[in-house]
């Protein structure tokens, strides 16, 4: 089954934890803190592959975690670091934020890749707090928690050619005739509900890649029918055979419904070069009125042909037509959007935001609920420590500006803490 859509959950490793550690060796009574540093948390990265066409994989595995990263040992010795989750997606995928809306990134070229979740890096150990006035620091830090999203996949079809035109009009079976492709096929409206590929040769060194893309209706921007399903796999596409139903009341006006309906999805839509083609000549009524159909798009300056794709009539030359308008296009300019690579939202440690609440104050701050995600609570070092920091960042001043009196509750994320002046 051919899938377009999907949400998944993804989240990266923790950083595993420093040591607290002191030496102790035979004739070595003080030897000082030796304990390692955590390991960095695994990434989650998405990574094309050129050999998966949907993204069916993700209806049976919904939630990514990647594996995080060991403790620090004695002696010094570091963690070892988690290896990184790599989630293959097809090409033409395009990867949004869940939850903000926010384009994460778009994945065409094979081999390509996104980190969607970095790992946490790994907690320091005691090491790294010796000083001339603590020189046994019983000090180390937890590794830094992993990034959760929920992130929405959306497939664009990669193709250089797409087939477009009202339900019915036969353009799974004129992909069936130009390619190898078997799509589904019968006489009534929206057999085809998923897009179909195929590769049709050209020449002995040209080869092109033909999408059959679902029906439109009136209203097809708005998502009536099978509307944005429709509309998105028609961005990918560098040029569009329009195929016209030539048994329906008003060819012309199928034609010019199509078009408006995909200006109003996406202006540049308009701009695609078409080749448009009149479909059943197999058909006597249509043989019949060709001559009138003819008339009409010369008056709206639309170059028309007549084809039949069920007795292969003319779709040779409606092939070359196409690659050669092809040829002439250029590649599709995906220089505005945003580079796949993983950009860390900026904030300065320093910003911090207290609320009052009805049980007491709660801090809002990424980076002060990162530092308390990686203080080891049991440690008096590690908690001094932290208490220190409140004092550099200001926010023991704030709360007392606040109004926060002794033995009130201090919320930061999960933890409870005790105010005291």
Known sequence: MFIDQAEIEVKSGKGGDGMVHFRREKYVPRGGPDGGDGGRGGDVI??????????AAFRHTARYTAEDGRGGGSQNRAGRGAEDLVVPVPPGTVVYDAVSGELLGDLTAPGQRLVVCKGGRGGRGNTHFKSSINQVPRTAERGEPGEQKRLRLELKLIADIGIVG?????????????????????????T??????????????????????????????????????????????????????????DPLADYAQINAEMALFDPRLREKPQVVAVNKADQPEVQERWKEFRTKFKKQKVN?????????TGV????????????????????????????????????????RETDGWRIHSKAIQRAADMTPWDQPGSVRRFQKLMERLGVDK????????????????????????
Do not use: W
Request: no cysteine; hydrophobic share 45%.
């Open 46 to 55: 998405l990574e094309v592959r050129p050999t998966l066409n949907t993204l």
């Open 166 to 190: 009202v339900p019915n009009a036969g353009k799974s079976t004129l992909l069936s005739v130009l390619t190898n492709a078997k799509p589904k096929i019968a006489d009534y409206p929206f």
């Open 192 to 249: 085809t509900l998923e897009p179909n590929l195929g590769v049709a040769s050209v020449d002995e060194e040209t080869t092109v890649v033909l999408a059959d893309i679902p029906g439109l209706i009136e209203g097809a921007s708005h998502g009536a029918g099978l509307g944005f399903e429709f509309l998105r796999h028609v961005a990918r596409t560098r040029v569009l055979i329009h195929l016209l139903d030539g048994l329906s009341p």
């Open 304 to 312: 028309v042909v007549l084809v039949s794709a069920l007795a292969r």
């Open 316 to 355: 040779r030359e409606l092939l070359l037509e196409a690659a050669q308008r092809l040829a002439e296009t250029p590649a599709l300019k995906e220089a505005a959007l945003p580079l796949p690579v993983y950009r860390p939202t900026e904030e300065d440690p320093r910003d911090f935001k207290i609320v």
């Open 398 to 421: 704030a709360l007392r500006e606040a109004g926060a009196q002794e033995g009130d509750t201090v919320f930061i994320g999960e933890y409870e803490l005790e105010y005291q002046e």
